[in-house]
């Protein structure tokens, strides 16, 4: 059973509906006893009954589904971190990821990334594609500026670029492992059609793609260690983590860490090396 609280669901259903403004969405203005919109407003912009509504907000209209909480999301014009706390007020969980392509970041996350002076970091949407880095990645792991933004992927450069496949001593192992994590967030940001066609090239590509693709293996990225090859000082070991982006769950954060005092002397020397 949803871990509901009808009256907690009901009274901020009732506090952001009288913070509305009617003349915003082309109501007349009248003489009206409360402030906001009217209960019969919403339910109309909701396409629902206006009965069920006003329920809703007496706490005891049960637990709506995900479609109707979605379709008074928008009849009530909240914002993705309301939409969260109505969910979880009604049926005890926050709603599916919704997919949003990402072209970049806040100026404040990127200094975040920036200060991580030893431990290359870079953000990825749910497609996987790179849209955040540091300059320790671009020293460690890849100049991603140089790379034309429509290969900034990944999965691209995992099976397409000869560069980063012989960087990976490990190359079958962690590709099989990349492939099964990207299903996994795939699924859980709701992007299947989205990245289809990054699947179909791939798949056209590389035969390798294609049959760890058609395994449907599924992984969570998590934690855990990568080994790079890297051909200035040679193997480097990198502990890394992932984490979500707050306000922005459909984006990852990777930070790698380099593993011993010597892989962080290999790391500095690289950066030392670039300065």
Known sequence: MPATNDKALGTYLRDRRTKLDPA????????????GLRREEVAQRANISATWYTWL????????SADVLDRITRALMLTDVE????????????????YQPAEGV???????????ELSPALVK???????AWNYAASVVLANYGDIPPEERNILRLVFSSTRVRNAMPEWEADARFVVAAFRTEVARAGAAENVKGLVEDL???SPEFEAMWRSNDVRS???????????????IALEYSSFSVDGRPDLGMVVYNPATLADMDKVRSLLQGQA
């Open 125 to 131: 949407n749910s497609a996987w594609d790179i849209i």
């Open 83 to 98: 939409r969260e706390h109505l969910f979880l007020l009604a049926l005890g969980r926050p709603p599916e990821v919704r």
């Open 24 to 35: 915003a969405f082309g109501l007349p203005p009248g003489r009206r006893r409360t402030a």
């Open 57 to 64: 907000e007496q706490g005891r209209g049960g637990a709506p």
């Open 221 to 235: 990225y998590g934690e855990g260690t990568k080994h790079l090859q890297h051909p200035i000082v040679g193997l």
């Open 106 to 116: 806040t100026p404040r996350l990127q200094r975040v990334l920036d200060s991580l």
């Open 203 to 205: 798949s056209r590509r």
